[in-house]
C-alpha cells in the first residue's frame, strides 16, 4: 500500500473512530455521556434538555454504525464504499448542524463556537473523504467489480 493511499484514508479513518468512540461511550454510559460531552467541563447535550435514555442509546447506536461503515470504507477502499461512508456522514452532519446552529443559545462562552465548529469539522471531513475516494467508474460500480 502507497503512501498515498494511507494519507487518503485519513478522513474516512476519523470519521469511523470519532463515530465508534462516542457510540461505545453513549451505549456504555449513557448518562455519563449525557452530563459530561465533550469533557474537561464542557456540557454540550445536557444543555438541551432533560435526560433521556432512549434517545441517547438511539444516538450511541446510529453513531457506531456510521463509525462502522467509516472503518470499513477506510480498510475496504473503493470508490463506492468511501462515498457511501462519507455521504452517510455528510448528510447527518448538515442536519445535525442545522439543529445546532439555531440552538446556539442553549449554550454559554466558548460553547457557542466550538460545538458548531465541530459539527463543521464532520463536515469537512466527510467532503474531504468523499474527494479522496479512489477513482473508479460508474460501470465497475454497478457490476461489483470495482477495487
Do not use: K
Request: charged share 10%; with cysteine.
Amino acid at each position: 500500500m502507497r503512501s498515498t493511499s494511507l494519507v487518503r484514508r485519513i478522513p474516512v479513518a476519523i470519521l469511523g473512530l470519532t463515530g465508534s468512540q462516542l457510540g461505545v461511550w453513549i451505549q456504555a454510559a449513557p448518562r455519563h455521556f449525557f452530563d459530561e460531552f465533550p469533557g474537561a467541563g464542557h456540557r454540550w447535550v445536557s444543555a438541551f434538555g432533560p435526560y433521556n435514555e432512549h434517545l441517547l442509546r438511539d444516538f450511541g447506536a446510529m453513531n457506531l454504525a456510521l463509525g462502522a461503515v467509516a472503518l470499513v470504507a477506510t480498510f475496504w477502499f473503493t470508490r463506492t464504499m468511501v462515498r457511501v461512508a462519507c455521504g452517510a456522514w455528510f448528510i447527518f452532519g448538515v442536519q445535525h448542524l442545522a439543529y445546532h446552529a439555531m440552538h446556539v443559545d442553549m449554550l454559554d462562552g466558548v460553547d457557542r463556537w466550538a460545538s458548531p465548529f465541530a459539527l463543521v469539522f464532520v463536515l469537512v471531513l466527510a467532503v474531504l473523504g468523499w474527494c479522496a475516494a479512489p477513482p473508479g467508474t460508474r460501470a465497475t460500480a454497478l457490476a461489483g467489480s470495482e477495487t
